[in-house]
C-alpha cells in the first residue's frame, strides 16, 4: 500500500483532543492532521477527545487510526493499549514502548543500563502532596548533593514542558520547584543542569532527518517558547559531518532501546564540551506550525501532507 489511491481506500480515524495539560496542543495537531488528509482526498472521521470515557467506543470499522493525542492518555501507552486490544492499527509506537518513553525516569534508566549518555539525576517517587517540606523529598538515597549545584526538575510524566523549571543558587527555590512538577505527577525528576545547546533529531521509520538546534528566548526550551513565541529559532544544526552522524546514531540507539517504532522525536542537550547529553523521546510529537518533525520534515524534501503520508504509510508496514 505505497501509493496515495491506496490509502484512499482506507477509512481512517484521527483522534485528538484529550485530558492531558498538552489538550490544546493536540488539538492544534489533529486540526492539522484533519485538513491535509481531507486535502489530499483520505477518508476520515475526526474524534474530538475529551475524557476517557470518549475511548470506551470501539474503532473497530476504521483501518487505522492517527493518534494525534499528546500527553497523559495519548502518549503513555493508553490509547494504544485500547487499540491494540480491539486489535486496530495505529500510527506509531506501542503501548509497551510508549508507557516507557513518557516516563522520564525509566527512560534514563535503561539508557544509563546500556551506557547511552544523559544527565546525572535523582528520582522522587510517591510524592504525596505539593505542600510536603523540603526534607520529606530528599531523604538516603535520595540526597541531591551527589548533584551539581544547579537542577532541572521535571515531573517524571508530561510533555511539552509542563511543571519543568531550572534551579541555580540564587535564583530559584528547589522546594518551589518540586512542588510546581508533583502538580503534575506524583513522581518527579531531578537532573542535573547541562549548560549548551538543545538538539533534536526526528526518525521516520529508519530515516534520520537532519538534527535541528532550539535557539529560545526563555532560559530554556518551555511551553511559551514551543508555542506561544514567535521569538524562538530553529536552525539545522550547524555541526561537523562527524558530529551530526554522531547524534543521528546515538538518537537511533536511544529510540530503539525504549523499542520505539513509526515515528517519534529524541531530544539532547550539546554540552559546552561538545557532547551529546540525551534528554527524551517523544513518541507522538507535536504537529502543529511551530512543531519540530515537520521542520525537520521540510529541510529534508519533505512537506507537511508528505510527512502525514508516511506516518501512515510507516503504520501500515509496521503491522501488517
Excluded at 73 to 78: A, F, L, V
Amino acid at each position: 500500500m505505497d501509493s496515495l489511491s491506496d490509502l484512499r481506500q482506507l477509512r481512517i480515524a484521527v483522534l485528538h483532543g484529550g485530558w492531558s495539560a498538552e489538550r490544546e496542543v493536540s488539538l492544534v495537531s489533529g486540526k492539522a492532521v484533519i485538513s491535509s488528509l481531507l486535502k489530499m482526498g483520505l477518508k476520515i472521521q475526526s474524534f474530538k477527545i475529551n475524557s476517557k470515557e470518549d475511548l470506551k467506543q470501539s474503532f473497530k470499522e476504521f483501518d487505522l487510526v492517527f493518534n494525534a493525542l499528546h500527553g497523559k492518555g495519548g502518549e503513555d501507552g493508553y490509547i494504544q493499549s485500547i487499540l491494540e486490544n480491539d486489535k486496530v492499527v495505529f500510527t506509531g509506537s506501542k503501548s509497551s514502548s510508549c508507557k516507557i518513553s513518557f516516563n522520564k525516569i525509566e527512560t534514563k534508566k535503561i539508557w544509563r543500563e546500556i551506557g547511552l549518555p544523559t544527565p546525572d539525576f535523582v528520582e522522587i517517587l510517591n510524592v504525596k502532596t505539593p505542600e510536603m517540606e523540603l526534607n520529606h523529598f530528599v531523604t538516603g538515597d535520595e540526597d541531591i548533593t551527589s548533584l551539581d549545584s544547579s537542577f532541572v526538575v521535571k515531573p517524571a510524566r508530561e510533555g511539552s514542558s509542563f511543571g519543568i523549571s531550572i534551579v541555580k543558587p540564587g535564583i530559584s527555590n528547589l522546594e518551589d520547584s518540586m512542588k510546581i512538577a508533583s502538580k503534575f505527577d506524583k513522581d518527579i525528576l531531578i537532573e542535573a543542569f547541562v549548560e549548551g545547546e538543545e538538539i533534536t533529531v526526528s526518525i521516520l521509520g529508519s530515516r534520520l532527518l537532519t538534527p535541528i538546534t532550539i535557539k529560545p528566548f526563555n532560559q530554556f526550551y518551555d511551553y511559551e517558547a514551543k508555542y506561544l513565541s514567535n521569538k524562538t529559532s530553529y536552525l539545522p544544526s550547524k555541526l561537523s559531518e562527524k558530529k551530526i552522524s554522531e547524534v543521528k546514531e546515538l538518537a537511533l540507539d536511544a529510540y530503539n532501546a525504549l523499542g520505539c517504532q513509526g515515528w517519534g522525536r529524541v531530544d539532547f542537550i550539546q554540552d559546552i564540551d561538545g557532547n551529546f547529553q540525551l534528554l527524551e523521546v517523544n513518541t507522538v510529537p507535536g504537529l502543529t506550525k511551530t512543531s519540530l518533525v515537520p521542520k525537520a520534515a521540510e529541510l529534508n524534501g519533505l512537506d507537511f501532507d508528505s510527512l502525514i503520508v508516511e506516518i501512515l504509510r510507516l503504520a501500515i508496514k509496521d503491522c501488517y
